[in-house]
């Protein structure tokens, strides 16, 4: 019984480290889906090349108040590809807490990207 519970958790933890390589590969994609818009986020790819993506994620979360960064992508009108909206995809979600989700939506809750969309 212990060798199956021991492969139970490393089956769980390499869909774990599969998922996280997923994510950071979202992230390094909404990078490039921003230079679309003419914008560069430099900081956002050097934090993600620096932390991973989930790091990236929850040191961008933890901040006091969002990002100028998801700013300019509302103004560009490309909140589809922001952090906050990759993170709130439900194959992401497993990846944070229920206090970094309820963050991601309420920052973009506030610029109104579920009244305007069909999330």
Known sequence: MTSSI???RTR???RSELLEKEFE???LDTYEQAKR???YPIYFLRMVQEHGGVGAAKRLLAAQSAQQ???TL???GGLDFSM???LLQEKFQPLFSEAELAEAHQRLDKLGYFK???R
């Open 116 to 118: 305007t969309s069909k």
């Open 84 to 86: 906050e909206a990759l």
């Open 6 to 8: 021991g492969w139970g």
């Open 69 to 71: 960064g998801l700013f």
């Open 25 to 27: 590969a979202a992230m």
């Open 74 to 76: 509302w103004e560009l």
């Open 37 to 39: 818009f003419k914008y």
């Open 12 to 14: 769980k933890g390499r």
